[in-house]
């Protein structure tokens, strides 16, 4: 069993930065790949990005590569995504995801854990 619990959301202008920080409870956090999705008003759930168990491979859905981060340290079962030049169309509640899969987080069915979510909202 892993918890999942997202921090790190607020209201931002755009082009500001924001981090946020998903930490997990459970001793198998370090075997599973982790990932963020979002979910905009009206909008079904999306996928953001996505890491490998041991940080080496990672991946980003094309409107935030360049801008968005996704790391993670197995020592704290943290995992983090950064995000830069924040726009208005980024306003979405963020989901933490973790799947046992090792290598990438595959698709909303294949999520195993779910975090409760965090608002993040970019005005103009």
């Known amino acids: 069993q892993v918890q999942l619990v997202e921090s790190g959301g607020g209201v931002v202008q755009a082009g500001d930065s924001l981090t946020l920080s998903c930490a997990a409870s459970g001793r198998t956090f370090s075997t599973y790949a982790m990932g963020w999705f979002r979910q905009a008003p009206r909008r079904e759930r999306e996928f953001v990005a996505s890491?490998?168990?041991?940080?080496?491979?990672?991946y980003y859905t094309n409107s935030v590569k360049g801008r968005f981060t996704i790391s993670r340290d197995n020592a704290k079962n943290t995992v983090y995504l950064e995000m830069n030049s924040l726009k208005p169309e980024d306003t979405a509640v963020y989901y933490c995801?973790?799947?046992?899969?090792?290598?990438?987080?595959?698709?909303?069915?294949?999520?195993?854990?779910w975090g409760q979510g965090t608002q993040v909202t970019v005005s103009s």
């Open positions: 890491i490998s168990y041991n940080g080496r491979n990672t």
């Open positions: 995801a973790a799947d046992r899969e090792p290598l990438v987080v595959r698709s909303l069915a294949s999520v195993d854990y």
